[in-house]
């Protein structure tokens, strides 16, 4: 084992080296987010003296305990919380610098609520060595500590808005500044990641202090037509911040001195609050959806898709999901639309409520990431490429839960060394495919080469998508039909939500 010590604009720093893996864990790269600092902007960190170690993990941000999916996930490894996070880690191969290497930075997911840099399952190591890839790997603050709206801030600073996001941005400077120090191309940086790491991906696309920090990007199970989900104005998450801090008792001037713990002290009233990106005008300029709409977008290569069986794993136990609550989701997404997905679904509903509202939400999922692809398609020049991940994650009760939402995470790390997980030789076929699409996209934006199936840019008219599984398969969408008559219900409504929102200005 040795110790790589690399000189960044801010001081050296020295990582270890572990099986032919260059890591450099937990650099900082902003100040401690702490006291006066909390809920504001990420502010730029002092140069040191003499040599930072960097060979561990730093504090996962500050959340609450365990994951807001609840118990159908594996626990995952991770550092504990603190306010002080912002840090962020790189793997590169042995012997990197100098060499140019694409860039991989990954946004993780956990619905703005929580997640963490140094959870197992986003260990680059593997990816960084087996494809030729620098990865990056950061935190953000989640929650209220990363998406804290309150006019005392902008009291003091006009800016004080989505610290989260601005996390995300210092992080693409700090990139932009130092990655050249470790073998990595600042003019060749891919950002991929899931679920709200996806969905943080699309606000940086509309994002206009993002333009240039990134240049391709891999966004995995979010849509900007995701209307019930991360779809506020800045008024709208002031209501919601002040109405957890009167729950839990804490005022105005107590923001900057009461405890993490105070603030996290009501889990079930946190939870419901939701605290995410919000339109401010500055950072996120408009509703996602809007400026999707309006081609308002940086026109780069995107890969983008999901699983074809998203949701099941999100419902809960199966056991608990009702007939009653598939009627509020149905009325909640579609009000308009309900008697169609009735029509479609309806059927399941006395044998297995969970199964016809997973049906529902995947295929929705499915459908709303083929309007998000149409829309990229339409509105810019730089090729499309769509994936469904049908790989179906073995021992997880596969004839019920299928390939789940995130389950590709450790296909394309390369990380199937699960103590909870029994992987075998397809799934290590799969995840050798899938890595070396992702790191071919990453070098030249191209996920094609000689020794992969060939996978076709996507348009509307030939509908061609890359199914990923054992083996990989570029065809017309299969489900064209059911997915066409739910896009077309999504793009009713989402004509009506925009149609709202302009006779609202």
């Not at 170690?53 to 365990?66: E, T």
């Not at 159908?72 to 919380?81: F, L, Q, S």
């Not at 840099?117 to 494809?131: L, R, W, Y």
Request: hydrophobic content about 35%; proline content about 6%; charged content about 20%.
């Amino acid at each position: 084992m040795t110790s790589p010590i690399i000189e960044t604009t801010k001081g050296k720093v020295q990582g270890i080296n572990i099986n032919g893996v260059d890591k450099f864990l937990g650099i900082p790269f902003a100040k401690p987010p702490i006291g006066e600092r909390r809920f504001f902007p990420p502010v730029e960190t002092d140069t040191w003296e003499g040599v930072l170690d960097a060979s561990s993990f730093k504090a996962s941000p500050m959340q609450l305990p365990g994951s807001s999916e609840g118990a159908m996930y594996p626990p995952e490894k991770r550092t504990a919380p603190s306010e002080d996070c912002l840090y962020l880690n790189v793997y590169a191969p042995e012997n990197a610098s100098g060499k140019n290497l694409p860039v991989m930075v990954w946004l993780y997911g956990g619905h703005y609520m929580n997640g963490s840099s140094t959870s197992a399952g986003c260990e680059g190591s593997n990816f960084a060595k087996n494809q030729k890839v620098i990865v990056v790997t950061f935190n953000y603050r989640v929650g209220i500590f990363g998406f804290m709206a309150h006019p005392k801030l902008k009291k003091t600073d006009q800016k004080a808005t989505n610290a989260g996001l601005e996390d995300m941005l210092a992080t693409l400077k700090w990139i932009r500044e130092n990655i050249s120090s470790f073998g990595g191309n600042p003019n060749n940086v891919t950002l991929f990641g899931v679920s709200a790491g996806s969905s943080a991906i699309n606000v940086l696309l509309t994002c206009p202090a993002a333009e240039g920090l990134f240049h391709a990007a891999i966004t995995q199970s979010g849509s900007p037509f995701n209307h019930d989900e991360w779809d506020i104005n800045e008024a709208q998450e002031q209501t919601r911040c002040l109405n957890y801090l009167a729950k839990i008792g804490v005022s105005e001037d107590e923001l900057f001195c009461v405890s993490a713990e105070k603030l996290l002290s009501d889990p079930e009233a946190y939870e419901a609050s939701e605290f995410c990106p919000y339109v401010d005008g500055r950072l996120v300029p408009a509703r996602l959806e809007e400026s999707f709409l309006a081609g308002k977008i940086h026109d780069i290569p995107i890969i983008l898709g999901c699983t074809a069986d998203e949701a099941f794993i999100l419902l809960g136990e199966r056991e608990k999901v009702t007939k009653e609550r598939f009627e509020k989701t149905v009325a909640t997404k579609y009000p308009d639309h309900k008697v169609a997905i009735y029509n479609k679904y309806g059927a399941y509903l006395d044998q297995s409520p969970a199964y016809a509202l997973g049906r529902f939400r995947s295929d929705n999922t499915i459908a709303n990431m083929r309007y998000f692809a149409s829309c990229l398609v339409e509105f810019r020049t730089s090729p499309t490429y769509f994936y469904i991940f049908q790989k179906v994650t073995p021992g997880k009760e596969p004839y019920y839960y299928g390939a789940y939402h995130a389950s590709e995470n450790a296909y394309h790390f390369q990380n199937l060394n699960s103590e909870f997980i029994n992987y075998g030789e397809s799934d290590v076929r799969v995840s050798n495919t899938m890595a070396k699409y992702w790191a071919n996209f990453a070098a030249c934006h191209d996920p094609n080469s000689k020794a992969l199936p060939e996978w076709k840019k996507f348009t509307p008219q030939t509908n061609q998508i890359m199914y990923i599984d054992d083996p990989c398969d570029c065809v017309p969408l299969k489900t064209k039909a059911l997915t066409e008559e739910l896009q077309k219900i999504l793009e009713e409504r989402t004509e009506k939500s925009v149609r709202r929102a302009e006779s609202r200005i």
